[in-house]
């Protein structure tokens, strides 16, 4: 079973932030947060991860919570191909078992 | 998608007939991954291999198997497809088991009628 919990939707107009929450108050200290997205029927795309510190990249920055019970993505001017299902998952270390939930639909309206 | 195709890309087979996929990478990475992808049930992992002929069970593997016989290929194979196999196939490949992310491929649709 999934360890998250997301919203289910969410919309956002092009140009502005998208901050996509995740809430994962059951987290280990050694399971890290993992943040994939999922584009109409393609396979699901790699965006970051993180332990416990912000981490950014040239798609999204991740803010994790010093508690580390919730964390989110902040993807910082939206575009419309960014419209997709966004999957927050958590993954033990070592593990090869990636727990995929139901995920946040992002919409970016024009 | 980054050095990894999935064969077919779409299948319609009937019901006890064996099926194969194929999954095929150019990365040279040492992880592959099998997972299904359902309404409802998000992606499930059926298969994965962690080297040459080093494979193991995910969580949805009864009904499959899987062959590695070379680090390119990773085969997942149905030996006598049921109507509860249809489903939306990825391959997935990681160099370091996911510790820095999956590259999954485009999917196979498969449909047993």
Redesign the interface.
């Known amino acids: 079973d999934a360890k998250t919990t997301q919203p289910p939707s969410m919309d956002c107009a092009e140009g502005r932030a998208a901050n996509l929450p995740c809430n994962h108050s059951t987290i280990s200290g050694n399971e890290y947060v993992y943040w994939y997205r999922q584009i109409h029927s393609q396979g699901p795309q790699y965006i970051i991860h993180g332990l416990k510190n912000n981490e950014t990249n040239e798609m999204a920055s991740l803010i994790i919570t010093e508690d580390r019970k919730s964390s989110t993505l902040i993807l910082p001017h939206a575009t419309l191909r960014d419209t997709a299902v966004y999957y927050c998952i958590v993954r033990v270390s070592g593990s090869e078992k990636l727990v995929f939930g139901k995920g946040t639909k992002l919409t970016v309206n024009p | 998608?980054a050095g990894i195709t999935q064969s077919p890309r779409h299948k319609v087979t009937e019901t006890g007939t064996p099926v194969t996929l194929r999954c095929h990478q150019t990365e040279n990475h040492r992880?592959m991954?099998w997972y299904r992808q359902d309404p409802g049930h998000?992606?499930?992992?059926i298969h994965?291999s962690?080297g040459v002929k080093d494979t193991?069970k995910?969580?949805v593997s009864d009904g499959y198997s899987v062959s590695r016989s070379k680090t390119e290929d990773f085969l997942l194979t149905l030996e006598s497809a049921t109507s509860s196999q249809t489903s939306?196939y990825?391959c997935?490949i990681s160099d370091s088991?996911?510790?820095?992310?999956?590259?999954?491929?485009?999917?196979t649709r498969l449909t047993v009628v």
């Open positions: 998608d992880y991954y998000g992606l499930r992992l994965y962690y193991d995910g969580e939306v990825f997935a088991g996911g510790a820095a992310g999956y590259t999954f491929g485009s999917g």
